[in-house]
């Protein structure tokens, strides 16, 4: 017979703060104590017993961390607990952060989006999570709270490697901030099914100015690498130049060779450089076309 596999997590207590002062309290009275949002990544881990804390907070009664909201005319405040569906469907993120609806829809499935956050999303911090490459294009903050201190850090940053970032103990994000952004913009996922885990994914915006050249252009990529990149020496090739002028097959070429690609059960580092860069001629041609000028 097989051996059976226990299923259920080990014990532990479980606070349901309903402020974030008494959540962090909480996270400062117990140092070991672990935070649950959505739980999409976080339950499976604790159900096969690879991380077993003694305490889970759960924050999805907090209500200032379910808002959205425009801080100031230019700055769009994310709540950590926001779920992917708000973000698609929310039309003051429509309106001023396209890039970031657009990005929520490519998100596994209506179940996911249903449950999942962003904030979650954010700390967990998997390379091939779909919000990364474009928060890295969006060039956002995330914003960080302890009992007694605040800071914003920049989410390149923030990201360290592969599920790590920058968190502090007794430190907890409770927010992303992010500058209203209506440039142009197009973002891709590659995956052999929608829901699945992707190949490759792309982010991108870009500037033209009205003789065609590219005023600017920011680029970055998920799931090729251990963690999502933004491509800035490509950005450098295309900046300033006219489509026209461009060897872009070459210089994509050039920024790939410079990624170290992973292979895993999804794909090889070889397919991967081939995915990504179809994506990247085709999104680069699009966005610097002249019907966007």
């Known amino acids: 017979m097989g051996r059976c596999i226990n299923m259920y997590p080990a014990k532990f207590e479980y606070k349901r703060p309903k402020t974030l002062d008494e959540t962090l309290t909480l996270m400062s009275d117990n140092k070991e104590a672990k935070i649950i949002a959505g739980g999409q990544s976080l339950l499976p881990i604790l ?26 005319a230019h700055t769009l405040k994310i709540g950590a607990m926001v779920r992917h569906h708000e973000i698609l469907e929310d039309s003051v993120v429509r309106s001023n952060v396209p890039l970031l609806s657009s990005t929520a829809e490519n998100i596994a499935d209506v179940q996911i989006r249903n449950r999942g956050t962003i904030g979650g999303s954010i700390c967990e911090a998997d390379p091939a999570a779909d919000y990364l490459p474009s928060l890295f294009v969006l060039e956002a903050k995330v914003h960080l709270r302890t009992l007694h201190s605040e800071r914003y850090v920049n989410i390149e940053e923030f990201i360290k490697g592969p599920f790590e970032t920058a968190l502090k103990e007794e430190e907890m994000l409770v927010g992303v901030e992010i500058e209203k952004n209506n440039e142009n913009f197009i973002v891709e996922k590659y995956a052999r ?11 991108a915006l870009a500037k033209l100015k009205s003789d065609g050249s590219v005023e600017f252009i920011r680029i970055a990529t998920g799931a090729t690498s251990e963690g999502p990149k933004r ?12 489509p026209n002028d461009l060897d872009l097959g070459a210089i994509i070429d050039n920024s790939i060779s410079q990624i170290e690609m992973i292979s895993d059960l999804h794909g090889s580092s070889e397919y991967r450089k081939y995915v990504l860069r179809g994506m990247l001629m085709r999104i680069i041609t699009n966005l610097t076309s002249e019907k966007r000028a």
Request: aromatic letters at 6%.
């Open 47 to 72: 159900k096969l017993r690879l991380f077993e804390p003694d305490t889970l907070i759960d924050i999805g009664f907090i209500p200032e961390l379910k808002q959205i909201k425009m801080e100031s």
């Open 193 to 203: 099914r929608k829901a699945d885990f992707a190949v490759a994914s792309v982010a």
């Open 231 to 242: 491509l800035r020496e490509l950005e450098k090739s295309i900046t300033g130049k006219h």
